[in-house]
């Protein structure tokens, strides 16, 4: 795991310099982060912020964690998870289908069943 605070914010203009990336110090007072915490997730990528501190920023920011966080295998060789496919749409019914079946049948019900999600190490 590890953070791309840096690189996020090399890559997102600073509205009141007007400079093509944000500096750390505008990191820190835009967060209102400790001085100490902000320096250092901007020139420590191994320096994972706790969930109070991720909060500000996402918040500050107005973004979603997976944006400054990421994770990557020690052993180099990339592994991916993954993604179970969406059920089609036949099997999910609508809602006006729904008060139908109910209404028809009431002991009848949908089950909609998802493929099974693989399990965290």
Same mark, same amino acid.
């Given at each position: 795991m590890f953070n791309r605070i840096k690189e996020f914010?090399?890559?997102r203009p600073d509205p009141i310099s007007g400079s093509? =990336?944000?500096s750390a110090y505008r990191f820190w007072k835009d967060t209102d982060l400790s001085r100490t915490t902000a320096y250092r997730l901007?020139?420590?990528s191994s320096y994972i912020p706790t969930g109070e501190v991720l909060d500000k920023i996402c918040s500050t920011y107005r973004i979603k964690p997976g944006l400054i966080l990421d994770w990557k295998p020690d052993d180099g060789v990339q592994?991916?998870? $993954?993604? $179970?496919?969406a059920p089609s749409?036949? =099997?999910? $019914? =609508?809602?006006n289908e729904q008060s139908l079946n109910e209404k028809s049948s009431k002991a009848g019900s949908?089950?909609?069943?998802?493929p099974k999600l693989p399990d965290s190490a």
């Amino acid at each position: 795991m590890f953070n791309r605070i840096k690189e996020f914010l090399d890559n997102r203009p600073d509205p009141i310099s007007g400079s093509d =990336s944000t500096s750390a110090y505008r990191f820190w007072k835009d967060t209102d982060l400790s001085r100490t915490t902000a320096y250092r997730l901007y020139n420590d990528s191994s320096y994972i912020p706790t969930g109070e501190v991720l909060d500000k920023i996402c918040s500050t920011y107005r973004i979603k964690p997976g944006l400054i966080l990421d994770w990557k295998p020690d052993d180099g060789v990339q592994e991916t998870t $993954p993604i $179970p496919s969406a059920p089609s749409k036949q =099997s999910i $019914p =609508s809602a006006n289908e729904q008060s139908l079946n109910e209404k028809s049948s009431k002991a009848g019900s949908t089950i909609t069943v998802f493929p099974k999600l693989p399990d965290s190490a």
